[in-house]
């Protein structure tokens, strides 16, 4: 079939009808495009791309011999949004908090938000952004660098918009050299200044996480997947006391008088529960998984904590101990 005649119409008005097209068609060929509006497979390409750096969520996918293109379902175009000075303050402060992920994806995309904003804000608007970016000071400690894996992030960010299936080459801890997952990545998970991703891994027939520091190479394949309606993230790891889910335990730990406000005052998990005792001390009670994790943290107390139960654990909390004070005692 020939091409259409070529329309003298502005490229504004040829990516308008691309967009009309993608969306009444819920699906379009590239040669359909070219077809559609006149011009050549490159021309399309060029549109696509555009309406893509325009922020609308396009998507491809081979169907049978035939690639085809197509928004994110229930995608609407987005209204024009105005913010208040309490509302820029509050994204100059989480905007601080990315300072951990420098040289990736993330970071940039964050930082090209900001001057999106700005560029948009009245003069005096776009003074107070500038001001605001000062009024929060992230001091990080320990970090992890996630600069050598940007290239991995980037190509996870698609995998995870796209719910594209992906290979992780993967260097686990304590394990000499990587190993190969096939890999849904359902999603990302902040947790103390770290990122780690949560997906199914296929070939180990069930949900892994994953330090995204330890990811040394991604591939993107072709094939999409669909969340199970069932997943929720918050539910996978609700009896978890960090990221790792493992068999639930009841937990009870006594705090001296002297750390007990500052234990009080937080949640360290929604299943605690907090018994008061006599000399002002705590006992506090939870439900959770994550041996590791709850063992670290009972330690990063010190002499101020002591693990009553489970006994598995306060024993190998001793052992732990034991093996300090020989280490300190030379």
Not at 74 to 91: A, C, D, Q, R, Y
Not at 222 to 229: A, G, H, L
């Amino acid at each position: 079939m020939s091409a259409k005649p070529a329309r003298k119409y502005s490229q504004a008005a040829r990516l308008h009808d691309v967009i009309r097209l993608i969306e009444a068609r819920r699906g379009i060929t590239l040669d359909d495009l070219a077809e559609e509006t006149g011009v050549g497979r490159r021309t399309v390409h060029r549109d696509l791309a555009a309406i893509e750096d325009a922020g609308y969520p396009l998507v491809s996918e081979w169907r049978g011999a035939r690639k085809v293109f197509s928004f994110l379902t229930g995608f609407k175009n987005v209204p024009p949004i105005s913010f208040t000075l309490h509302e820029l303050m509050t994204l100059s402060l989480f905007r601080s908090q990315l300072d951990f992920l420098k040289g990736t994806p993330f970071h940039d995309d964050m930082e090209t938000i900001a001057r999106k904003v700005t560029s948009a804000l009245p003069p005096r608007y776009a003074a107070h952004m500038e001001r605001m970016a000062q009024v929060a000071l992230p001091l990080l400690s320990g970090g992890r660098d996630y600069r050598r894996v940007a290239g991995p992030l980037a190509q996870l960010r698609e995998a995870l918009l796209y719910q594209y299936r992906v290979t992780l080459s993967y260097a686990a801890r304590g394990r000499r050299g990587a190993e190969s997952y096939e890999v849904d990545p359902y999603t990302l998970i902040f947790h103390k200044g770290g990122l780690y991703l949560l997906g199914y891994a296929r070939n180990r027939k069930g949900l892994r996480t994953f330090a995204v520091e330890r990811i040394t190479g991604v591939v993107v394949g072709r094939e999409r997947f669909e969340i199970p309606e069932e997943f929720s993230a918050e539910e996978q790891l609700r009896r978890a006391f960090g990221i790792v889910d493992e068999p639930v335990m009841a937990v009870r730990v006594r705090f001296s008088p002297d750390v007990a406000p500052s234990v009080r005052e937080r949640t360290w998990h929604e299943s605690q529960q907090i018994i008061e005792e006599p000399d002002g001390g705590i006992v506090l009670t939870f439900e959770a998984g994550g041996r590791m994790e709850i063992l670290a943290w009972v330690l990063s107390w010190g002499s101020h904590a002591e693990l009553l139960e489970p006994a598995g654990l306060r024993g190998e909390a001793r052992r732990i101990i034991t093996s300090l004070a020989h280490t300190y005692s030379v």
